[in-house]
């Protein structure tokens, strides 16, 4: 996935084009470079400060005439995410801007990317086959002979009793057989029903402690942390419904279906990042500096007004309402993290950036406040 173009610096068209052009000239290639030189080919928008909301058109491109200067972007595709006339190709005059900017191809592009992440964590997760290439010599294996397979049934005593030949047991309790080699997991003990020391956090020898921390794969509280980033990134779409014509002021929760969610704690609102998302934080009114506390709530910070201006920082949202069944009174209200098939980006995300929705929004985090200047 190419890099992101920071703050979107924007430049002009210096000639005219068709609806059909597939060379645009332009006032200054730079813009269309990220920090390290690599040509962003697509997230390219023509007119994008255009006030009629169906004109400004997404394009991609496979080259450019230069880095830098006035120059042509070549082999451009036009509107490639048209809807109807919305963002459909079009011709533009000379001095239209055009500018990198985070679209919605660009949104789905990070949600593929998520989800492919997301696929290959539990694929390796579940891998039985040692994927990371783990030697003998490097669990502490090194010296012991390689032998050729034996018949288990035959060698493997249990208690003293062989195993049957259905692999049943001959006595009702299975332990481990005896362990007398030492290892990077054991000392030079056996390994009894009631003792079992194959854990990972035995010393060796006896002074040095071996920790969960030192095996290849991560702990399951770390890995826990990864699959919960992921979800969050990845919160599902849920909504209220309510029942106009009782006078119950009553609200169901529902999922992206309308159908009725079950009991959820503050803890499942934490990790939705509409909700979790939104952070606390301190903006510094003479260099405009955003700080954060180190969680949510905005704890380690100033929140009293002496060292800037106190914000909430809101991801962007997307919404969707109707009113159900004709007939039945009732009305429902979703919100979702993503761009989804009846969605709209909520107004206030609309309300900068020249109506090109933002992906961040600060308000301030009290009802009202003021100082002097």
């Not at 995410?81 to 005059?93: F, I, K, Y």
């Not at 009293?304 to 991801?315: E, F, Q, S, Y």
């Not at 009113?323 to 980006?345: E, K, L, N, Q």
Request: with cysteine; aromatic share 6%; proline share 5%.
């Amino acid at each position: 996935m190419q890099k992101p173009k920071k703050n979107s610096p924007s430049t002009t068209l210096t000639a005219g084009i068709t609806d059909s052009a597939n060379t645009i000239p332009v006032a200054e290639l730079s813009v269309f470079y990220d920090a390290d030189g690599a040509l962003i080919t697509s997230g390219i928008v023509i007119g994008y400060d255009s006030t009629t909301e169906t004109y400004p058109e997404e394009i991609t491109i496979t080259a450019a005439s230069g880095t830098s200067g006035a120059g042509n972007l070549t082999g451009a595709v036009r509107g490639i995410s048209a809807d109807g006339t919305n963002g459909a190709a079009r011709a533009w005059n000379t001095g239209i801007r055009i500018a990198v900017m985070l679209t919605s191809t660009g949104i789905e592009t990070i949600e593929d990317n998520i989800t492919t992440t997301y696929t290959d964590l539990g694929t390796h997760v579940t891998d039985a086959t040692n994927p990371h290439s783990v030697t003998a010599t490097q669990v502490g294996l090194g010296s012991v002979e390689d032998g050729a397979e034996i018949n288990i049934i035959e060698a493997v005593k249990v208690n003293g009793s062989a195993l049957t030949p259905d692999g049943s047991r001959a006595v009702d309790v299975l332990c481990e057989p005896p362990i007398t080699q030492k290892t990077a997991f054991n000392k030079d003990y056996t390994t009894t029903a009631t003792d079992i020391k194959m854990n990972g956090v035995q010393s060796l020898g006896t002074n040095d402690t071996i920790p969960r921390s030192d095996h290849v794969h991560p702990t399951d509280s770390n890995l826990q942390k990864q699959i919960d980033f992921l979800n969050t990134l990845n919160s599902p779409i849920i909504g209220v419904s309510w029942d106009t014509t009782s006078t119950s002021p009553t609200l169901t929760r529902i999922d992206a279906e309308g159908n009725t969610l079950g009991a959820m704690s503050t803890a499942d609102f934490d990790k939705h990042i509409c909700f979790g998302g939104r952070w606390r934080c301190v903006r510094n009114r003479t260099t405009g500096a955003i700080t954060y506390g180190t969680n949510a709530r905005g704890d380690g910070l100033t929140l009293d007004g002496t060292a800037g201006d106190v914000l909430v920082r809101k991801p962007i949202v997307y919404v969707k309402a109707d009113y159900g069944v004709a007939g039945t009174g009732i009305a429902r209200y979703w919100i979702s993290p993503r761009p989804a098939a009846g969605f709209v980006v909520h107004p206030a995300w609309m309300q900068r950036n020249n109506g090109i929705a933002s992906p961040i929004i600060y308000s301030g985090a009290y009802e009202s406040y003021g100082y002097l200047q």
